[in-house]
């Protein structure tokens, strides 16, 4: 049976040691942690000794840094003195992690029952008015673990998911949700989380316009990139880098930041970010009117989607492509029409089957837009309504009074006529 052997500083040169139990080898038992346990350590009058030295298996040997140890003692209701007890836990990868019982010699004077020990340990949970907690052993300093305490049960990948999905309507309180998960991977020394926990910041930072927040995080992200040597990271810090520049009227600086987060897409061979980066060079050239080379990029990124059945993508690129299409009707070339017609039905098909109203509503002004320029005013109008009727569902507010505004237009022409 595996064993685990703790060691310890009592101050100065003395040293004690608890050997226990693999709890996995007594039994598959593992209990739904909630961090109500853990929390109740924090209100216990114990003493603490940050002396954790070693932690030992038969195979192995571990850093003591997310490991801590309760040495216990139950009592009896008549509060006399009962079966003592050690527990070895680790924290990682954002859980609370049972990882040894004993000592040994108590199941040893029970005829080797091993089923005492988790018995005993089944009490501290479900009965912890029972057991007078005398230790805490640990490496990390008190207020760490008392942050885990207060964190025990928030995964830090669903933070960060949880708070993504706040960003629209509490960017405030997404902010503080990817802070804590950032100290939780913080406290688990992963540089790939803090990498994902930091980007999210950026991101939030980026869509309030607070451009040095932005560029301060980007510096942080950087570094995270240089350690962990990930080309897709890299895509991402470049992306965004790519996007302030944007953001802040540097078109061609921004065209040099997405072709190179568009070379690290394709080193790392991720379809999204090739299609995505196509996408962003695009619009760069829309931007500084460079219709053909925007249409050039956006045409790829619709090849390389349509290909792989990527129908988000597609839409989007053909919407993207209708804004060239424009241009070029207003520049006399009438053959755009149909060419923009097409790629707009398509597009609107996709984004309702995929329920993004967003895009409909979006494509639907391209739409009308498009029948304007053919002074198809009537076809125009019946878009331009489509499209504030979609922005009124989405509570898009400044797009319906944009849209209101181009009905109202499309109706004095047709008054006009």
Not at 247 to 261: C, D, P, T, V
């Given at each position: 049976?595996?064993?685990?052997?703790?060691?310890?500083?009592?101050?100065?040169?003395?040293?004690e040691?608890?050997?226990?139990?693999?709890?996995?080898?007594?039994?598959?038992?593992d209990?739904?942690?909630?961090?109500?346990?853990?929390?109740?350590?924090f209100?216990?009058?114990?003493?603490?000794?940050?002396?954790?030295?070693?932690?030992?298996?038969?195979?192995?040997?571990?850093?003591?840094k997310?490991?801590?140890?309760?040495?216990?003692?139950?009592?009896?209701?008549?509060?006399?003195?009962?079966?003592?007890?050690?527990?070895?836990f680790?924290?990682?990868?954002?859980?609370?992690r049972?990882?040894?019982?004993g000592?040994?010699?108590?199941?040893?004077?029970?005829?080797?029952?091993?089923?005492?020990?988790?018995?005993?340990?089944?009490?501290?949970?479900?009965?912890?008015?029972?057991?007078?907690?005398?230790?805490?052993?640990?490496?990390?300093?008190?207020?760490?673990?008392?942050?885990?305490?207060?964190?025990?049960?928030?995964?830090?990948?669903?933070?960060?998911?949880?708070g993504?999905?706040?960003?629209?309507?509490?960017?405030?309180?997404?902010?503080?949700?990817?802070?804590?998960?950032?100290?939780?991977?913080?406290?688990?020394?992963?540089?790939n989380?803090?990498?994902?926990?930091?980007?999210?910041?950026?991101?939030?930072?980026?869509?309030?316009?607070?451009?040095?927040l932005?560029?301060?995080?980007l510096?942080?992200?950087?570094?995270?990139?240089?350690?962990?040597?990930?080309?897709?990271?890299?895509?991402?810090?470049l992306?965004?880098?790519?996007?302030?520049?944007?953001?802040?009227?540097?078109?061609?600086?921004?065209?040099?930041?997405?072709?190179?987060?568009?070379?690290?897409?394709?080193?790392?061979?991720?379809?999204?970010?090739?299609?995505?980066?196509y996408?962003?060079?695009?619009?760069?050239?829309?931007?500084?009117?460079?219709?053909?080379?925007?249409?050039?990029?956006?045409?790829?990124?619709?090849?390389?989607?349509?290909?792989?059945?990527?129908?988000?993508?597609?839409?989007?690129s053909?919407?993207?492509?209708?804004?060239?299409?424009?241009?070029?009707?207003?520049?006399?070339?009438?053959?755009?029409?149909?060419?923009?017609?097409?790629?707009l039905?398509?597009?609107?098909q996709?984004?309702?089957?995929?329920?993004?109203?967003?895009?409909?509503?979006?494509?639907?002004?391209?739409?009308?837009?498009?029948?304007?320029?053919?002074?198809?005013?009537?076809?125009?109008?019946?878009?331009?309504?489509?499209a504030?009727?979609?922005s009124?569902?989405?509570?898009?507010?400044?797009?319906?009074?944009?849209?209101?505004?181009?009905?109202?237009?499309?109706?004095?022409?047709?008054?006009?006529?």
């Open positions: 049976m595996v064993t685990w052997k703790c060691v310890f500083s009592l101050g100065g040169i003395h040293e040691e608890i050997e226990l139990f693999d709890a996995e080898t007594l039994v598959d038992w209990p739904e942690f909630k961090g109500d346990l853990i929390a109740g350590f209100k216990t009058d114990y003493t603490w000794i940050k002396g954790l030295k070693q932690v030992l298996r038969d195979d192995a040997s571990f850093s003591p997310n490991f801590f140890v309760v040495v216990g003692r139950k009592w009896k209701e008549t509060q006399t003195k009962a079966v003592p007890l050690g527990i070895l680790e924290f990682t990868e954002g859980d609370l049972l990882r040894g019982v000592p040994k010699s108590i199941s040893e004077k029970a005829g080797g029952d091993s089923n005492l020990l988790l018995n005993l340990l089944s009490d501290l949970f479900d009965k912890p008015n029972l057991w007078k907690i005398k230790t805490i052993i640990m490496a990390k300093p008190k207020n760490e673990w008392k942050l885990i305490g207060d964190i025990i049960g928030e995964e830090p990948w669903r933070l960060i998911e949880q993504r999905k706040m960003m629209m309507t509490d960017p405030k309180k997404a902010m503080e949700i990817f802070t804590k998960a950032y100290k939780i991977f913080d406290i688990l020394s992963d540089v989380g803090k990498f994902h926990a930091v980007f999210a910041q950026a991101e939030l930072f980026l869509d309030s316009m607070n451009y040095d932005t560029r301060n995080r510096d942080a992200l950087w570094e995270f990139t240089t350690q962990l040597g990930d080309p897709m990271l890299e895509e991402n810090v992306s965004m880098e790519g996007l302030l520049l944007y953001e802040s009227g540097l078109y061609e600086q921004a065209i040099a930041k997405f072709e190179q987060a568009l070379d690290r897409a394709k080193r790392a061979n991720i379809h999204k970010a090739v299609v995505n980066a996408c962003n060079i695009g619009e760069c050239y829309y931007r500084v009117d460079k219709f053909d080379e925007a249409m050039n990029n956006f045409d790829k990124a619709r090849s390389l989607a349509e290909e792989r059945n990527d129908n988000q993508f597609l839409a989007i053909q919407v993207n492509m209708t804004k060239v299409l424009a241009q070029f009707i207003r520049q006399g070339d009438g053959s755009s029409a149909d060419q923009a017609t097409y790629y039905r398509e597009a609107i996709h984004f309702e089957k995929l329920s993004d109203d967003f895009g409909v509503m979006h494509a639907n002004i391209l739409f009308g837009e498009i029948e304007a320029l053919q002074e198809n005013y009537e076809k125009a109008l019946i878009h331009f309504e489509s504030a009727e979609k009124l569902g989405i509570n898009a507010h400044q797009f319906q009074e944009f849209c209101r505004q181009k009905a109202q237009q499309m109706k004095d022409r047709l008054y006009e006529l």
